[in-house]
Nanobody
Framework: QVQLVESGGGLVEAGDSLRLSCAASGRTFRDYRMGWFRQAPGKERDIVATINWRSGSTYYLDSVKGRFTISRDNAKNTVYLQMNNLKPEDTAVYYC???????????WGQGTQVTVSS
């Protein structure tokens, strides 16, 4: 059974940093992609960043480029999202996700709240 457990959210001020962690278990993730998504109140869930576990290639939402960094630790089966220079518009519930064999994100964590005050 695949499990994704996020941690690291919290309440910070604009300009601060946070690092989110996603501990993955239940299968080998090295042939798939991992991603971070976010959903603000009243808005749709947006993709923030993804990483191909084997190649390390990444994708970022334009509004977070240069501020957020996605990475993975093979030994710990953990994916991270380092978020620097946070802005109030980054406030959302952040979800970790993993793709299935067909390439779609089908496994989800429970979410962690990130709140950035101005």
């Amino acid at each position: 059974q695949v499990q994704l457990v996020e941690s690291g959210g919290g309440l910070v001020e604009a300009g601060d940093s946070l690092r989110l962690s996603c501990a993955a278990s239940g299968r080998t993730f090295r042939d798939y992609r991992m991603g971070w998504f976010r959903q603000a109140p009243g808005k749709e869930r947006d993709i923030v960043a993804t990483i191909n576990w084997r190649s390390g290639s990444t994708y970022y939402l334009d509004s977070v480029k240069g501020r957020f960094t996605i990475s993975r630790d093979n030994a710990k089966n953990t994916v991270y999202l380092q978020m620097n220079n946070l802005k109030p518009e980054d406030t959302a519930v952040y979800y970790c996700a993993a793709t299935g064999t067909l390439g779609s994100f089908i496994y989800w964590g429970q979410g962690t709240q990130v709140t950035v005050s101005s």
